[in-house]
């Protein structure tokens, strides 16, 4: 079966939202087992969607939307 993949277009639609989510995600989840379980629901996704071009831009938009909340990623 063939993984369908998002436009460039449809992720960023995605990584806006999730980064227009994330304070209120930090905040309403001090615990940080609770906040990572929510962010991933949301990121792994668009992760997943990329094709193998677009997952470096997915990537660096993750990591560039959690940076200013001192919080970081490690990629599998």
């Known amino acids: 079966m063939t993984q369908m993949h998002a436009s460039r277009g449809e992720l960023e639609f995605g990584l806006d ?3 227009e989510r ?3 995600l930090i ?3 001090e615990v ?3 906040f990572w379980a929510i962010f991933h629901a949301y990121a792994d996704p ?3 969607d990329a ?3 677009d997952l470096p ?3 660096q938009r993750i990591e ?3 940076e200013p909340h001192g919080l970081t990623i490690a990629w599998p």
């Open 22 to 24: 994330l304070p209120r």
């Open 57 to 59: 831009f997915v990537r």
């Open 46 to 48: 668009l992760v997943e």
């Open 64 to 66: 560039a939307m959690l």
């Open 51 to 53: 094709t193998h071009e």
């Open 17 to 19: 939202d999730l980064e």
């Open 32 to 34: 940080h087992i609770e």
């Open 27 to 29: 905040r309403d989840h």
